[in-house]
């Protein structure tokens, strides 16, 4: 929420933000003509390349083939040959030379495109919020390099994480590392088809799994089955001995499990040619990876999304408003109003795909609530922030602006979500 001092320069902010989407979009079209200009560049430097290489190597195999035909009779070298070997040495070099200053030609493109950049994007982005709001450049370095190691194992460049830990003295515990190393374990070999591992892992959570109403097992032994069918009639009695494991599952994925059931009749014919065809899609194996992903993620307390990758998002979107609403404060020059580390001069909507918490904003000053002003329930059931409670005492009572209930200040309780 907005402190009143920044109402004015929200509301210029806002008005000058509306078109940041287009220029931004409009920026990022200029770069990438010049982008495209070096690649289509570098596209006929390389045909062109290609073709006059092979005419000289075609002409210079001729004349091989005339120069050993010539040693062979003993006879010595003519006036036309030695014209033509001039003529070859001739080419070569003019070749060599054109093709050098193509190359040239493409540098100069190159750096068009670094000027595009330095044109378009303002590369002081650290300029949008003053030193102040920062923690000391040790902590932010700290930060930063646990937050890309993070990234690195979920990811599951291991060996990369590994050395950026022994390049900048980072000390991560095995107990932190040992959960990605699991879960990247087990979709390298989901990822080769292979589903002994996850079956393993989720028959040991099985409890935990289903306490996050997890259907993970479940998909886990359906995709077994269908890698059984998917082997024709020859495993026909290996599939129905399978089928047992779908048992615990029988009253929560009892549809599910009939379809597959009815899939033997059409296996002698072929499920490739049946209704169930649907069955042997491939994009079981990615769903069956996301599956796994969020699920595990989720009993271990990880984020699915690595924070670095959520945050780096998160940043793309709200530098283009802090930026402009930036322009506005120095135009007006009134820098000091925004020094407070945990507010922002602006509210940035980042979509619901950003929404981790729930957030409760003081519907009576009209602020976002922290641990040092919380919310407070009163006695009418109304919810305030601790600051608008204090402002409405009057006479040691408090009257709630909506009942309006008069009650004891004292009573109400913090909501803590």
Request: glycine share 6%; net charge negative.
């Amino acid at each position: 929420m907005l402190r009143p001092g920044l109402t004015v320069l929200v509301r210029m902010g806002r008005e000058s933000g509306e078109t940041a989407s287009e220029a931004a979009m409009e920026q990022c079209a200029s770069v990438e003509r010049e982008v495209d200009k070096v690649l289509q560049k570098f596209l006929t430097y390389g045909q062109h390349c290609e073709q006059s290489l092979e005419e000289l190597l075609h002409h210079v195999g001729q004349l091989r083939a005339e120069l050993a035909s010539a040693a062979l009779q003993g006879t010595p070298l003519s006036a036309t040959l030695s014209l033509v070997m001039s003529q070859c040495c001739r080419k070569i070099k003019d070749t060599v030379q054109k093709l050098a200053s193509d190359h040239k030609d493409i540098h100069s493109s190159v750096s068009r495109v670094g000027k595009a950049i330095d044109r378009n994007f303002d590369s002081e982005i650290c300029g949008v919020v003053s030193d102040a709001v920062w923690d000391s450049r040790e902590k932010q370095q700290q930060i930063l390099q646990m937050a890309i190691v993070e990234h690195l194992y979920q990811q599951g460049m291991l060996s990369v994480a590994e050395e950026l830990c022994q390049e900048s003295t980072l000390n991560v515990d095995l107990d932190f590392k040992q959960p990605f190393l699991e879960l990247n374990r087990i979709l390298e070999a989901l990822h080769e088809q292979d589903l002994g591992p996850a079956l393993e892992w989720a028959v040991s959570h099985r409890q935990r799994l289903l306490e996050l109403n997890s259907s993970l097992e479940f998909k886990l032994h359906r995709l077994h089955f269908i890698r059984l069918l998917a082997g024709g009639p020859e495993k026909q009695l290996e599939a129905l001995s399978y089928a047992r494991h779908f048992q615990p599952f029988a009253r929560l994925h009892q549809r599910e499990i009939q379809v597959m059931m009815g899939s033997l009749v059409y296996l002698r014919l072929g499920l490739e040619k049946s209704p169930y065809c649907h069955l042997l899609d491939n994009s079981h194996w990615a769903e069956i990876c996301e599956t796994f992903t969020r699920d595990a993620c989720s009993l271990l307390g990880l984020s699915v999304e690595s924070p670095l990758s959520v945050s780096f998002a998160s940043g793309c979107v709200a530098l283009p408003v802090l930026m402009n609403i930036k322009a506005v404060i120095e135009q007006r020059q009134c820098t000091g109003v925004w020094s407070h580390k945990d507010e922002l001069p602006i509210e940035i909507e980042l979509g619901m795909k950003c929404w981790y918490h729930s957030v409760f904003a003081c519907p009576i000053l009209r602020q976002q609530t922290s641990d040092s002003n919380p919310p407070i329930k009163l006695i009418c059931g109304h919810v305030i922030s601790r600051d608008a409670l204090n402002k409405l005492i009057n006479g040691g009572k408090l009257k709630c602006p909506y009942c309006p209930m008069e009650q004891n200040p004292a009573d109400g309780k913090r909501i803590i979500f």
